[in-house]
């Protein structure tokens, strides 16, 4: 290890993230210059394994930056190390259209595995890659040839290992001890308010130890230690993860503020010149050396002769393993068969039940057409029913098992999925009770934002869950899944709709897609094929049962309550027409000609009805319509007694539509 070069690499990292920050007035300084030997042994040390010209080598180590405010830090380091990151765009930290975010975003920047931020949901991102790792190598690895072997780092500081998600994960990578994942620990004993002593006084060495975590505490700043450290945890496969707690100096390089919580913004840039002068860094901004750039260019030709050998060797492999590797590209590439919904087998004409136990057994269908897809649940199996038969159960004697047992974790659970899906070679889906969403709800808007095909397999989801009352009936869940852009929230009304939500989440590729699903028994769709049904719910919506006459009246719905409209349709004579709208998100990208075939302009006398709140449906129903929902909490009582004592009735769609 060239300690000589390492330092100054650290130094000039240190310059960078003070002349950006300084240049823009705006982003976070602490991090970058009080981990600035971490960089240096990562990215320079030999502590990570990758190929700049190949930044999605399957076998590479990832990095992940939880404390995704220090984005300077995984910038410089990007750049320094030869990544398609240009000095120009370091320049144009946190500007418009620039590929250096104000903090790191999946897909906009080279090198960045993650969309971070939110503090703590990097960890649990960690702990979703070393489970795709471990399950990877698994699957893949054969007695001949390792195409897996490689580990997951993050890097997070005490605002990270304070929330919650965090927590869970971390409980969660040791009980399944994944030994491919390395926490760096920036323990710098400040948050941004004030010195961490004033919100925490955990011991961090024995709160890891009693997570069966392999712990060790080293000085941040020296350069052997940390070298050391990591060689150590990516030598140690002993079933446990490693965590390597760093003590630093916040905004180290910065006199005036270093070791204080004025370090961990901007506040440091008001010295720019000051503490340029002290790191020793010539008058030239944004200065990377000729030494350290030589250095780098060096380091990434060995790695490129590192990537050489490994796909000679992956090569190899394919050619002797040709039904392995067939999955293991269509896993990379997101290939899906494009007739899945037809290949799941049709329910019988009549069939009722929940569409949760229509989705246990659809499941198992498309386990078969998927071989990619792994699904887990928070402590609920029994309910959700999306347990894989015959597909084991992840854990450390089973890595190839396709379910995850998560524990009472949704927090990580959904932060987990994202890590399987940001890693991109397997297709992870989750489940739990639907109006326990919002303890997921964070993980799914960055699914969302990150364009992560994740399934969310929700059940239970209306008042219709009866007697366990209000807190656990959703009304307004729904409607707040709704709102997140790029997000599908499907909420089909029977069994071969719900054959066509899960065909739908699976085809999707750009975007997570969320199945709501009833714990009471459904009525099947009259009169329609399995595949009309199917491709409808593929639509986002469609015509159910069309008008015998002169269209008069559309009556709308989605899920458990459509079956009161069919059933008013029958009272109210042949020119009412019925709308099946399982997915808004769907309908509404479908083109102009579709849409006004299913919901005519020229008719205007609309009623929509949902056992949830109103607001979103007045959009198709229009001023002069009506919408029948629920715009309170529920009630603790049979599930049909709350539904008929909350207006979700037959009676009530023919009272508002005459």
Not at 61 to 66: A, H, Q, V, Y
Not at 81 to 99: D, M, T
Not at 313 to 341: H, K
Not at 412 to 434: E, H, K, P, Q, V
Request: overall charge negative; hydrophobic content about 40%; some cysteine.
């Amino acid at each position: 290890m060239n300690q000589e070069i390492l330092s100054q690499a650290a130094t000039q990292a240190r310059g960078l993230a003070i002349d950006a920050v300084h240049a823009c007035s705006s982003g976070h300084l602490g991090l970058p210059l009080g981990c600035a030997e971490i960089g240096a042994v990562l990215f320079g040390g030999g502590g990570l394994r990758y190929n700049p010209e190949a930044p999605k080598w399957l076998n590479r180590d990832r990095f992940i930056l939880s404390a995704g405010h220090g984005s300077m830090f995984l910038y410089s380091w990007l750049h320094m190390a030869g990544y398609h990151l240009s000095v120009e765009e370091v320049k144009n930290f946190r500007q418009l259209g620039s590929e250096t975010p104000g903090h790191p975003e999946f897909g906009d920047t080279e090198g960045v595995e993650a969309t971070t931020g939110p503090l703590g949901q990097g960890v649990g991102n960690a702990v979703g890659y070393a489970m795709s790792g471990k399950r990877a190598a698994a699957k893949f690895n054969t007695a001949d040839h390792t195409i897996f072997n490689h580990h997951v780092f993050a890097l997070l500081g005490d605002g990270c290992l304070q929330e919650g998600v965090a927590k869970e994960a971390i409980a969660f990578a040791g009980h399944n001890g994944l030994d491919n994942l390395i926490l760096i620990y920036d323990s710098n004993d400040v948050t941004l308010d004030a010195m961490a002593e004033r919100t925490q006084s955990e011991d961090a060495e024995k709160y890891f130890a009693s997570q069966k975590w392999d712990v060790v505490t080293i000085d941040g700043h020296d350069l052997e230690a940390i070298a050391g450290a990591v060689e150590k945890a990516k030598a140690d496969d002993n079933g446990k993860p490693k965590v390597i707690i760093a003590k630093t100096l916040i905004g180290k390089g910065i006199p005036q503020v270093a070791g204080t919580a004025g370090a961990h913004g901007e506040g440091g840039a008001n010295f720019a010149d000051e503490a340029r002068a002290g790191l020793g860094l010539p008058e030239e901004h944004f200065y990377v050396s000729e030494e350290v750039r030589s250095f780098f260019a060096e380091k990434a030709e060995n790695s490129k002769h590192e990537f050489l050998s490994w796909q000679s060797d992956y090569e190899a492999w394919a050619q002797a393993n040709p039904a392995l590797a067939t999955e293991l590209r269509a896993g990379v590439t997101g290939e899906i068969p494009s007739d899945i919904a037809d290949q799941i087998p049709a329910f019988a004409d009549d069939e009722g039940g929940a569409t949760r136990a229509s989705g246990g057994t659809v499941i198992q269908s498309v386990a078969k057409l998927v071989p990619q897809l792994v699904t887990g649940s928070a402590d609920l199996y029994g309910s959700t029913k999306n347990y894989i038969k015959d597909g084991g159960d992840f854990g450390a004697e089973n890595p190839a098992g396709r379910n995850i047992w998560f524990g009472i974790r949704e927090h990580a659970m959904g932060a987990i999925c994202n890590g399987i899906a940001y890693d991109g070679i397997f297709r992870a889906s989750c489940a739990t009770f639907l109006v326990f969403a919002d303890y997921v709800r964070p993980s799914i808007r960055l699914a969302a934002l990150a364009k992560l095909p994740v399934t969310y397999i929700f059940t239970h989801d209306s008042v219709g869950v009866g007697e366990d009352g209000p807190t656990h009936q959703p009304v307004e869940t729904v409607s707040g899944l709704r709102v997140i852009p790029n997000l599908d929230v499907i909420r089909p009304a029977d069994a071969e709709e719900t054959a066509g939500a899960f065909a739908a989440a699976m085809r999707r590729t750009d975007g997570p897609t969320l199945l709501s699903l009833t714990r009471q028994n459904v009525p099947a769709i009259p009169g329609l094929s399995s595949g009309e049904r199917r491709e409808g719910v593929l639509r986002g919506g469609y015509i159910v049962r069309k008008e015998k006459g002169e269209l008069t009246t559309i009556l709308m719905s989605c899920g458990s309550e459509l079956q009161h409209c069919l059933k008013a349709a029958e009272e109210l004579g042949d020119g009412v027409r019925v709308v099946s709208i399982p997915c808004f998100e769907r309908f509404d990208r479908q083109g102009d000609d579709y849409r006004e075939a299913v919901l005519p302009k020229s008719c205007t006398k609309r009623v929509a009805i949902e056992a949830g709140v109103s607001g979103l449906w007045w959009k198709y129903v229009g001023s002069e319509g009506k919408v029948l929902g629920i715009d309170r909490f529920g009630i603790s009582a049979p599930g049909g007694t709350v539904m008929k004592e909350l207006g979700m009735t037959a009676e009530a769609v023919v009272a508002a539509a005459k």
